[in-house]
């Protein structure tokens, strides 16, 4: 089942695609909070005086991104929800069928066994529209979801130091973020050495158990 799994994504992120083909990788980045700073942060100054974070700030709910990556083209469509349930999820979905051409046939969307990508309400929805392929990843192995990629991008650039006036400005720059990276997207360079490495581990595994 692993071996299966490996190869199935391996094929997906590797192989050319058929031009009626898509390949998205899909995930939910959680609990990203605005954590307003009590006081204004401070600068770095010359002569390495470092800037100044506050750490107290104020607490104001939290938003959940949902967010699919083009793993030929680096583009990124991203919804932004208060609450991380299939109703959401499914909201992403659409987005997607509205913004895919008619032309592409075939959709295959990467993500997780986590049940709100195969939940009852997802597979009435998929089922409604054939063109959308579920592809998931083995247990453990978020690495080999390429949107997890993107999101430290997102974590290091715009998340590292909070510090938003509220929910509605925090979901705005978050978007804009989306925006800007789609002006100059650009796609992950994934080898075959690194599928291969996993399996090797797997096979030296299977034999010191035989």
Not at 7 to 15: G, N, P
Not at 48 to 62: M, S
């Amino acid at each position: 089942m692993f071996r299966d799994q490996v190869h199935e994504i391996m094929d997906l992120y590797l192989r050319v695609l058929e031009p009626h083909e898509r390949v998205l990788c899909l995930d939910e980045k959680t609990s990203l909070q605005p954590r307003t700073r009590s006081a204004p942060t401070r600068p770095p100054q010359p002569g390495l005086v470092p800037a100044h974070l506050e750490h107290e700030y104020t607490r104001k709910g939290a938003l959940q991104l949902f967010a699919a990556f083009d793993t030929r083209s680096g583009q990124v469509t991203g919804i932004l929800r208060r609450r991380k349930r299939q109703v959401e999820f499914i909201e992403l979905l659409e987005e997607i069928d509205r913004t895919t051409p008619a032309a592409t046939t075939l959709i295959h969307l990467v993500c997780d066994n986590l049940s709100v990508h195969h939940g009852k309400q997802v597979r009435a929805w998929l089922a409604a529209h054939p063109r959308f392929r579920m592809h998931f990843t083995p247990v453990h192995c978020s690495w080999m979801n390429q949107v997890e990629q993107w999101f430290s991008i997102l974590q290091r650039k715009r998340l590292v130091a909070p510090n938003f006036d509220d929910l509605a400005d925090l979901e705005a720059k978050i978007l804009a973020f989306i925006a800007q990276w789609n002006e100059t997207a650009h796609p992950f360079a994934w080898q075959r050495t690194s599928f291969v490495k996993v399996l090797a581990k797997v096979d030296a595994a299977l034999q010191a158990t035989a």
